[in-house]
């Protein structure tokens, strides 16, 4: 653990992560992936998808997860992180690949035929697994890869196959990319199923106070590398809290009471009481309270049902639960 500084970091206004919301903590859901994740790994599973609403944390789960398997001693793998993009119209294999190319931050995209790109990734891809035997490449957005995208995937992942090189492809994506595993599987596409799809895992939001708890620990500063400035002994809570964080206290604390203003205002609006907090409303509704009600004097500081009833509704939570949530003849409109 790094020594305390009783002098608070200098930062310029709008640096601090919290700030610019450029910042990654662990959640109860990374953790299940992570484990997920190397038991593929370690079974030689070469594929798996990862499911999961709009704003339950994926894109943000992705940036964790390849931070942490940077760091996995045990596999010492080589990740990269792809985003699938939205397409109007069906795209050529040509285009394609020299997407993947520059999600590879390869140094030459464009030039070349399709099979000359698809040579290019593979003797790309190939060159990595020199370095690691183990290569992982996550894709976001999964769900909006059509079947051609997946069938020319599984053209890569045999080409390094005839090379004796076996990389894993991670697929994270919203319900739609359920559905269409269901239609692959259908209409007996073994190849992208055997390939990428062999393995199922829903991607979970916070389900309850043990999960807040979690986030807010990284918060607190009881994970490595969630100081800022980077190893200065100031977590995000003794940044904004300081005398009550110096005193003991921490925003973990709170876990329960959060999640209890959660329950009280779906049950004020009538939504279901059997829910999960997407990772994205839960981060924005403590942004709101560190940023709006930081205090570096109380001991402990005032947190109120109140102020977190307030922060949850600049969130836009209510207003996201209340489209997805009620039967169509209640909906807001």
């Known amino acids: 653990m790094p ?12 640096e601090h992560p919290l700030e610019t919301g450029n910042y990654v903590i662990g959640t109860k859901a990374i953790d299940e992936a992570f484990e997920a994740i190397i038991k593929l790994i370690k079974t030689r599973t070469p594929g798996g998808i990862f499911v999961g609403r709009q704003r339950y944390g994926k894109t943000f789960a992705i940036r964790y997860l ?11 793998p080589i990740v990269y992180n792809i985003m ?21 931050r390869h140094s030459f995209t464009k030039s070349g035929s399709a099979a000359q790109k698809l040579e ?7 060159e990595q697994m020199s370095i690691s035997k183990n290569l992982i490449i996550l894709f976001d957005d999964a769900h909006r890869l059509n079947e051609h995208q997946y069938e020319w995937l599984v053209d890569i992942y045999n080409e390094l196959d005839k090379l004796r090189i076996k990389p894993f492809f991670l697929f994270f994506g919203q319900p739609e990319l359920a559905y269409r595993r269901n239609s692959f599987l259908e209409e007996g596409a073994r190849q992208i199923i055997g390939r990428f799809m062999s393995r199922q895992y829903i991607f979970h939001g916070i389900q309850n106070a043990s999960d807040i708890a979690i986030c807010l620990e990284s918060f607190d500063g009881e994970n490595l590398g969630t100081d800022y400035p980077a190893d200065s002994g100031w977590s995000y809570t003794r940044y904004f809290f300081k005398s009550a964080y110096d005193s003991g206290w921490r925003f973990s604390q709170l876990s329960e009471l959060i999640w209890t203003v959660f329950s009280s205002l779906r049950k004020k ?7 999960e907090i997407p990772m994205q409303d839960l981060c924005t509704t403590l942004e709101y309270i560190y940023l709006n009600y930081f205090d570096l004097y109380s001991v402990p500081p005032v947190i109120n049902k109140s102020i ?4 949850i509704y600049n969130s836009g939570y209510i207003e996201s639960e209340l489209i997805f949530d009620l039967p169509p003849e209640k909906k807001v409109k």
Request: with cysteine.
């Open 66 to 76: 390849s931070s942490l398997l940077a760091e996995e001693a045990s596999i010492t």
């Open 308 to 311: 977190i009833e307030q922060a």
């Open 120 to 126: 290019r990734i593979v003797e790309y891809l190939f």
């Open 269 to 275: 609006y009538g939504l279901s009481l059997t829910f």
């Open 84 to 104: 699938c993009k939205h397409h109007d119209r069906a795209i050529s294999d040509n285009r394609f690949y020299e997407e993947l190319l520059l999600s590879l």
């Open 3 to 14: 020594t305390l500084s009783n002098i608070r970091p200098k930062l310029k206004e709008g």
